[in-house]
């Protein structure tokens, strides 16, 4: 296993570096006061103007769609080539992932595009979400049955002469407040009789289509994530669409799912580590300048075990991960399960202990407005529950390592 990065994701990670300490860090205040002017002003999910430049500078300079591995769309990096890229977004997770249009859950649905579409939909959904002038939203998740069983999702799709009707309730449809939001792409029941892993189909949903309602945002502890457009709670109503609005095969929304979170679980726990090494310096910051008893926090023994585990928690996590990539780039998403199920839990863990330590630190200022510590651990903690709960990626885990032991002493038998 080889887990060296090529020569040009080398040197995109160094242009990535230089964007985000020439333009990115020092765009952020703006950024943030922007938001807070669009929030008093009663549209809290409008875009910071600011990011127009950002993202205009992003394309200048060749940064722009490095997420998709499809030369014909987008960079052609392989998941190991584009994983460090994704962590170094993370450092400025508000800005970043966005201004290089890399940010979910639009990556997401441009692979689902970019695998699935037809023709028709890649000219008029996925060549406007590449150029950055629409964007779209992901309804899964359902707030009245247990979704981290997606099995369970009840939402119907049923066909109706040249049509498609869509009835049922959506949530946390990150992204679908915002008005550049223009694209819902839809998982539900299109085939009931089916087996359970072959009844659902996934459709392309026009926010403007009749019986689209967005009922409200719901917030994250408080949090509601105006500048990414918050998450959606919407409801679907008798709506109707072009059978061709269908994407992939009917049936198939269930694989479509399995083959979006792959890749895409990568570019999140890439992400989340990016938001912890961010933390740990903010961390090693603040211990250094602070005084306390006499001395910098940085000379007490419990601050320096923090930055210690810290460094072993993210260094852990990062292998796994780029393990993960690498499996996923050499013997596909199939082979890579158990590892893309390890990564969801380890990632995550790894970077909530380090904004954990890190607000500790910080003391009062590390829960306020003061530092972006806050949101951090807010978003971190989403991440135990998004794309399945730790819990089910455990159960995930377990019965493979007790499929192989039993494997192995049946072959061990003879």
């Not at 950024?31 to 103007?49: I, L, V």
């Not at 961010?278 to 000379?299: K, Q, T, V």
């Amino acid at each position: 296993m080889d887990l060296r990065h090529s020569a040009r994701s080398l040197d995109l990670q160094r242009r990535v570096s230089e964007f985000l300490t020439e333009v990115v860090y020092p765009a952020e205040a703006e950024f943030h006061k922007q938001e807070s002017a669009n929030r008093s002003a009663g549209t809290p999910f409008r875009t910071p103007a600011v990011l127009a430049g950002i993202k205009q500078e992003a394309r200048n300079r060749g940064l722009w769609n490095l997420f998709l591995p499809d030369e014909k769309f987008g960079a052609g990096l392989s998941v190991s080539d584009y994983a460090p890229l994704a962590e170094l977004s993370g450092r400025s997770s508000s800005i970043a992932p966005e201004a290089m249009n890399c940010s979910a859950p639009d990556t997401g649905n441009m692979e689902l595009l970019a695998m699935f579409g037809s023709q028709q939909q890649h000219e008029h959904w996925l060549m406007p979400l590449l150029d950055g002038e629409i964007r779209s939203c992901f309804c899964m998740t359902e707030p009245a049955v247990a979704s981290s069983d997606a099995t369970n999702i009840a939402t119907t799709i049923t066909a109706d002469g040249d049509s498609y009707r869509i009835d049922g309730r959506k949530w946390w449809s990150t992204g679908a407040m915002r008005p550049e939001c223009k694209l819902a792409i839809v998982m539900g029941v299109s085939d009931p009789a089916a087996d359970r892993h072959a009844r659902h189909s996934m459709i392309l949903v026009p926010l403007d289509s009749e019986g689209v309602t967005i009922r409200r945002s719901t917030t994250v502890f408080g949090y509601d994530d105006g500048p990414h457009g918050g998450h959606g709670d919407i409801t679907f109503s008798d709506v109707r669409v072009p059978a061709q609005n269908l994407l992939g095969g009917r049936g198939a929304g269930f694989a479509m799912a399995q083959a979006r979170l792959g890749p895409g679980r990568i570019h999140h726990c890439m992400r989340v580590l990016g938001v912890a090494e961010r933390a740990l310096d903010l961390m090693i910051e603040r211990s250094s300048d602070r005084i306390a008893f006499g001395s910098p926090l940085a000379r007490q023994g419990v601050v320096r075990e923090w930055i210690a585990e810290s460094r072993l928690a993210i260094e852990q996590a990062r292998l796994l991960v780029l393990k993960a990539a690498w499996l996923i780039d050499n013997v596909g998403v199939r082979q890579a399960t158990t590892e893309i199920a390890a990564i969801k839990v380890a990632a995550p863990r790894a970077a909530s202990y380090v904004v954990d330590r890190a607000i500790q630190t910080f003391g009062g200022a590390g829960v306020s407005q003061d530092t972006p510590l806050a949101e951090m651990w807010a978003g971190l903690r989403t991440l135990h529950l998004a794309d399945g709960p730790d819990e089910v990626h455990l159960r995930s885990i377990a019965r493979a390592e007790l499929a192989r032991v039993k494997t192995a002493r049946h072959a061990a038998a003879g």
